[in-house]
């Protein structure tokens, strides 16, 4: 082990983190722009501060620690993760990639080792999506691709808008083009985080080196049909919105099991108009997550649910709307950092596998346009967006070494 690396500064940090929950005792809820991302981003400035980062939240609440390099202008490395979560999520995912980021460049800066280029930790603001059903906010607004448009168009299910949210959070949604960086400061992406699936676990793997992330497309669907009364209304003579999507929405989950290995579609949300036991519903509207490795993939079965909606709808008498709410192809990673890391892990003796990721990632959105790079802990028992997820520390700090060989060799 790096003499500088501490696993209980990992630890600690992460013990401390769990407290920002709306959900106290039954996992991580997290949401973008609440009182939780509020305590969290401000317990990260102070630590970054404490281990001697230039410390800087960005116009859309991105928390960003600066380990300074020798020249200044070359591009940056820069790594991090999420500091969102799910509902009910776990403690590790995403943030634990941020805390182990700044032991990284705690342990540079112990050991008095000056990188040439800066090291930027970065804790990014609403990866998830969970709250208004998207994806990616805070690495896509680094990266300019985030609209104050698109912050007025997306809403949460209390229908409070990206924009109000961001608002009554303090920030202002016509200053998030000064989130966004010139391309050419960032150098490479590097993320760590947990695999949040069995494979590593369940094969007693150490690390996990993320050789590509699937694509994932997201989108809310609404079925549009009339209200009437329960009992009087005959079946013949209905407009039934639950009926139609429901005979949809059956057959998502068999359109991914048709397809090769890896392909997944999810109906993660359903709701109902007026929603009550004896009102046929008016509208019903339900989401939909598909990813795979391929992109022809995703397009095929996202067209595949337009048909049968068209199809279903036709049949019922209704309509419905599509609202597109992320839209991201699959990403290769690094091959050359991937052998890097491969190197390091031979060295220390960590067992290793070159895996694909399931789940999106910051990296996802910057390996698009970046060199990027993964490496994955393992979950206990695959667990993940739930309150059991888990990782020992201890495998946090092998990840951990092995990213210092890694930012040593790139620099
Ligand atoms: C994030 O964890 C995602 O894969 O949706
Ligand atoms: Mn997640
Ligand atoms: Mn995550």
Redesign the pocket.
């Known amino acids: 082990m790096d003499k500088q690396l501490s696993t209980s500064r990992i630890e600690k940090d992460l013990e401390n983190l769990k407290a920002f929950t709306a959900t106290p005792g039954n996992g991580c809820t997290r949401m973008p722009f609440t009182k939780e991302t509020r305590d969290a981003a401000e317990y990260l400035k102070q630590v970054m501060r404490e281990a001697g980062l230039e410390v800087h939240e960005d116009s859309v609440g991105n928390v960003l620690g600066i380990l300074p390099g020798k020249d200044r202008e070359k591009p940056c490395i820069l790594m991090g993760s999420h500091y969102d979560s ?1 509902y009910n999520g776990g403690d590790y ?1 995403g943030i634990a990639g941020i805390v182990c980021g700044i032991e990284i460049a705690r342990i540079l800066k112990d050991a008095g080792e000056n990188l040439d280029c800066d090291l930027v930790i970065a804790a990014f603001m609403d ?3 969970c709250r208004f059903g998207t ?1 990616y906010f805070g690495s896509k607004s680094l990266l300019g691709q985030m609209t104050v448009e698109e912050c007025k168009h997306f809403t949460d299910k209390d229908n409070i808008s990206v924009y109000q949210a961001m608002t009554d959070y303090g920030l202002v949604p016509e200053n998030i083009p000064n989130a966004a960086w010139d391309l050419d400061r960032i150098g490479r992406y590097i993320e760590l985080h947990i695999e ?1 699936g069995p494979v590593l676990d369940q094969k007693h793997i150490e690390l996990g080196l993320v050789d590509c992330i699937v694509g ?1 497309q997201r989108y809310m669907i609404t079925v549009n049909g009339r209200s009437d009364h329960a009992g009087t209304t005959p079946m013949d003579m209905r407009l039934d919105a639950v009926d139609m999507a429901s005979k949809v929405i059956c057959h998502i989950a068999d359109l991914a099991r048709a397809e090769e290995e890896g392909t997944v579609a999810t109906v993660g949300y359903i709701t109902s108009v007026p929603g009550g036991m004896n009102v046929v519903a008016q509208s019903a509207s339900f989401s939909v ?1 598909i990813r795979s490795k391929k992109n022809e993939i995703i397009n095929k079965i996202a067209d595949e649910i337009r048909r049968l909606l068209d199809e279903e709808t036709k049949k019922g008498g209704g309509t419905y709307e599509i609202d597109t709410k992320l839209v991201i192809t699959p990403v290769d990673m690094s091959a050359p950092m991937l052998d890097i890391m491969e190197d390091s892990c031979k060295e220390h003796g960590y067992t290793y596998l070159r895996m694909p990721s399931g ?3 910051d990296a996802l959105a910057i390996g698009q346009i970046k060199d990027t790079v993964m490496i994955f802990v393992p979950s206990k028992d695959g667990r993940s ?1 739930c309150p059991e997820e888990y990782t020992p520390y201890e495998d946090f700090a092998k990840a951990v070494e092995v990213l210092c060989d890694l930012v040593r060799k790139v620099d």
Request: charged share 30%.
């Open positions: 799910v995912d990866e998830e999506g994806g949040q994932i997550d789940a999106g990632h967006h």
